[in-house]
């Protein structure tokens, strides 16, 4: 029943101008290509590919999921953005928000020539420091930070990433500190020398600080989401430890190139929203840390990029935040 609804959703629709892409008599009618501009394994296109395998048992084709790295997300983004067969996806997450502060040139518009079709879900982010660090709260951390501005370093995933953003938002809320940057090829990369106190902090999303700060090997001092991880309900969220202004997440969204017929969209708008709606796949989700948005629409989608690129963007410009 789901397939022939979702069928006849696309088939049922006007005629769209010219200038749309071509509308298939059927959605789809061969498979989906979900283009997940990061490495294979990571921590975008593992969700990705569960995502493509649940849509697979509802969809009468299951969808292939390619990687196309470079220029950050550049690259991926923009062969989904020049995708003209109705068949071409992107997953992506907070960076698609920053292409424009950061790029002084791209190939496409990332909110003009893409367009959002459901917001899968968010993750929270933890902030933590190092265990020998001389600090127990998030207060204690602001104090030591403004008693010695410039001393010391906080990590991140490289230049651009969540975690640089989340990091400088989080200085900046707290009243502009100096802290300096030390970008890393990925957050793997960067936890060694926050274990070794050669960092003194790293904001990262919540499914890789679970492990550490459960071992006892660093402090979990805030969470960015507005409630407490269930994983670690000891750690208080930032509003919680005194910083109401602080919200940052990494979030993961399905786009299409801007111009595809409005039958197309609300029909892979269906299935996800069928798909993450089945506590199976919730649970699976959830252990990744993405908390789901099954009631997302692509209006709301949509709203939530904007609102998300007009948070970040002063954010990227007032730290002088360029690409690796």
């Known amino acids: 029943m789901r397939r022939r609804a979702l069928l006849g959703l696309a088939a049922a629709s006007p005629l769209l101008p010219a200038a749309s892409l071509a509308q298939p008599a059927a959605w789809p009618t061969q498979p989906p290509r ?12 593992i969700p990705a590919r569960l995502l493509a395998e649940e849509l697979g048992k509802v969809l009468p084709f299951r969808p292939v999921v390619e990687n196309r790295t470079g220029a950050g997300v550049v690259v991926g983004t923009d062969a989904v953005a020049k995708a003209k067969d109705g068949h071409t996806l992107l997953y992506t997450t907070v960076a ?5 502060a950061m790029f002084a040139r791209l190939p496409f518009d990332p909110l003009a020539d893409l367009q959002p079709v459901a917001l899968v879900g968010v993750i929270p982010m933890v902030l933590m420091a190092n265990k020998d660090l001389p600090v127990t709260s998030l207060a204690e951390l602001i ?3 403004r008693a010695n501005p410039g001393k010391y370093d906080y990590g991140s995933a490289g230049n651009g990433s969540a975690l640089h953003l989340a990091g400088e938002l989080f200085l ?17 990369a960067a936890m060694p020398d926050l274990l070794n106190g050669t960092t003194a902090m790293m904001i990262d999303v919540a499914n890789n600080t679970l ?7 660093v402090k979990g001092l805030a969470v960015s989401g507005q409630k407490r991880l269930p994983q670690l309900p ?11 202004g602080y919200e940052a997440y990494t979030w993961h969204m399905l786009m ?11 029909a892979v708008n269906a299935a996800v929203n069928g798909v993450l709606a089945k506590p199976e796949v919730q649970r699976k989700l959830e252990e990744l840390a993405l908390q789901v948005r099954p009631d997302s629409t692509p209006d709301s ?7 998300e690129a007009a948070k970040w963007e002063p954010v990227v410009r007032a730290a002088g935040i360029k690409p690796d």
Do not use: C, K, M
């Open 143 to 145: 104090a030591l930070y």
């Open 301 to 307: 989608a949509e709203a939530w990029l904007r609102a």
């Open 34 to 45: 979900i283009v997940v501009p990061f490495a294979a394994g990571g921590p975008t296109d």
């Open 172 to 188: 900046r809320e707290a009243g502009n500190l100096r802290v300096t940057h030390v970008p890393y090829r990925g957050s793997a």
């Open 96 to 100: 698609h928000a920053v292409l424009r």
């Open 256 to 266: 299409v190139p801007r111009g595809t017929p409005a039958p197309v969209v609300q």
């Open 211 to 217: 492990p550490y700060i459960q071992r006892g090997e």
């Open 234 to 244: 000891e750690v208080p969220t930032f509003a919680e430890a005194g910083l109401p």
